[in-house]
């Protein structure tokens, strides 16, 4: 990848997890919730790969650890 490719896959990643945390701001709990998340997501004109990573929202832990 290009270093342009890459830094817009990163400010995807960005403004989708900014997205996500003013509509949900919490891990889905469930199947169905996790469904609605991504459809709000995908929506939302973001790429599958970045909804999947979002939704699982493994980064959360990534901020509770730099606190």
Do not use: H, P
């Not at 830094?7 to 900014?18: D, I, V």
């Amino acid at each position: 990848m290009t270093a342009t490719v890459e830094a817009l896959a990163q400010t995807e990643f960005e403004r989708a997890k900014s997205v996500w945390m003013k509509k949900y701001g919490c891990i889905a709990l469930d199947a169905d919730a996790r469904s609605k998340q991504t459809r709000f997501m995908l929506g939302r004109g973001f790429s599958a790969s970045v909804v999947r990573l979002v939704v699982k929202a493994e980064w959360l832990n990534d901020l509770d650890d730099g606190l």
